[in-house]
């Protein structure tokens, strides 16, 4: 059974860093695109990073210079985030898309910005 699962998110103050990590179980063969999309209350969920297979990288405008997104291997893959703020607060959830255009995501993580 494919699963991304999700780690890293918590309370933390604005100005603070977090990383977040996802690894990914059950064979997902060809990955294209690793990334990371985040919702917050009452809005729809946005792209903040992704990192194609050639090691190209992709940023949300509002995030970008604070933002990286890396990875370990094929199935691990992180976003570490500085300089965080209240408007940050989100749900952050890891998603992997194929060469055939399968999609898959985690459940998410919480990461709430206190000011």
């Known amino acids: 059974q494919v699963q991304l699962v999700e780690s890293g998110g918590g309370l933390v103050q604005a100005g603070g860093s977090l990383m977040l990590s996802c690894v990914a179980s059950g064979g997902i063969a060809n990955m294209e695109v690793r990334g990371w999309y985040r919702q917050a209350p009452g809005k729809q969920r946005e792209l903040v990073a992704t990192?194609?297979?050639?090691?190209?990288e992709t940023y949300a405008a509002s995030i970008e210079e604070r933002t990286a997104i890396s990875r370990d291997n094929e199935n691990v893959w992180h976003l570490q985030m500085m300089s965080l703020k209240p408007e940050d607060t989100a749900v952050y959830y890891c998603y992997a898309r194929t060469l055939w255009a399968s999609e898959y995501w985690g459940q998410g993580t919480q990461v709430t910005v206190s000011s």
């Open positions: 990192l194609t297979a050639d090691g190209r």
